[in-house]
Nanobody, 116 residues
Framework: QVQLVESGGGLVQPGGSLRLSCAASGSIASIYAMRWYRQAPGKQREFVAIITDRGTTNYADSVKGRFTISRDNAKTTVYLQMNSLKPEDTAVYYC??????????WGQGTQVTVSS
């Protein structure tokens, strides 16, 4: 059984920073990529960032230059450093692991609220 445990969400003022973490555990034979998504109230879940097994990264236009995705050396924990946060970044953030030719896994989500 695969588990993804997210942490690091919370309440922050506009312009502030947060760092999200997502730790994967369980029987994962291989990880192709790790991603972050977010879902704001009343909106669809949207892509935020991805890091592949080779370390290639990509970001949604709305977060480029402000967010940074990274992972640990064991490639089982993914991070999302979020700087210069805006109220429109308020959402539940989810991590996702893609396996080559297999299922993808989702975390339970962590709430990020940007408000003064």
């Amino acid at each position: 059984q695969v588990q993804l445990v997210e942490s690091g969400g919370g309440l922050v003022q506009p312009g502030g920073s947060l760092r999200l973490s997502c730790a994967a555990s369980g029987s994962i034979a291989s990880i192709y990529a790790m991603r972050w998504y977010r879902q704001a109230p009343g909106k669809q879940r949207e892509f935020v960032a991805i890091i592949t097994d080779r370390g290639t990264t990509n970001y949604a236009d709305s977060v480029k230059g402000r967010f940074t995705i990274s992972r640990d050396n064991a490639k089982t924990t993914v991070y999302l450093q979020m700087n210069s946060l805006k109220p429109e970044d308020t959402a539940v953030y989810y991590c996702n692991i893609m396996t080559p030719g297999g299922p993808s896994y989702w975390g339970q989500g962590t709430q990020v609220t940007v408000s003064s």
